[in-house]
């Protein structure tokens, strides 16, 4: 589930900021859960949480744990998001409020630090909604890639499989011709020899028959 939240949320920073981020593992297609709209979500609790340690990061001007917090925040929406999409936009948006509202103090602590800002970014640069549908797409890519590379898969283990019974029936195909060859050389020479055995007593019977 951590590398699922994590892929969806380096796609974000991709797609909504075009900046770069550090590189994350795709999680497997299969980790994927559909969304559903009617799971109940505590988003007031997320919310207060998330302010709360942003705001303490912010007031320690530790630009470092800072960084975490709003990566951190980032997991949350993807977590959100894979139960509830409208819990989803509303989390995004008040995490977006509290943003805008501490840029400057933001700034401030991030100094040089371009993961935050970039971080900030892919959660601002486009309104909640925007944002939760561009990541459902996200997912819904990532199935559908996963899926083709399913079907891809079984296709060549069967293509596998094919060619190797294949290949084992032309060897014995081929085994078996070469003991009919081989049978047919052994009975033509017999058949060989014993005409010539024939012909010889012939001879011999001939001769004592004085002809």
């Known amino acids: 589930m951590k590398k699922t939240m994590i892929m969806v949320m380096a796609a974000m920073a991709i ?36 302010t709360a340690q ?12 800072l960084q975490q917090c709003i990566e951190a925040v980032q997991a949350k929406v993807a977590e959100i998001l894979k139960q509830n999409p409208e819990a989803a936009k509303e989390y995004v948006a008040k995490v977006q409020d509290f943003l805008k ?16 800002q970039s971080a900030v970014n892919a959660l601002t640069a486009a309104p909640a909604e925007s944002i939760v549908s561009g990541l459902m797409n996200v997912v819904g890519d990532a199935e559908a ?17 094919d060619a ?11 085994a078996k011709q070469a003991a009919e060859d081989k049978a047919n050389e052994v009975k033509d020479a017999a ?13 011999k019977a001939k001769k004592a028959l004085g002809l």
């Open 164 to 174: 190797a019974k294949s290949t084992a029936e032309g060897a014995v195909d081929a």
């Open 191 to 203: 058949k060989q020899k014993a005409n010539e055995a024939v012909d010889a007593a012939a001879d």
């Open 145 to 161: 890639a996963a899926g083709a590379a399913t079907d891809a898969a079984q296709e060549a283990a069967e293509g596998a499989v």
């Open 15 to 50: 797609g909504f900021a075009s900046c770069g981020n550090k590189a994350q593992q795709a999680a497997p297609a299969d980790e994927v859960v559909a969304a559903d709209s009617t799971v109940e979500v505590d988003v007031a609790s997320a919310i207060s949480e998330a």
């Open 101 to 116: 509202e501490n840029a400057e103090k933001i700034k401030a602590v991030a100094g040089d630090n371009a993961a935050i």
């Open 54 to 65: 942003l705001t303490e990061q912010i007031e320690a001007k530790d630009a470092s744990k």
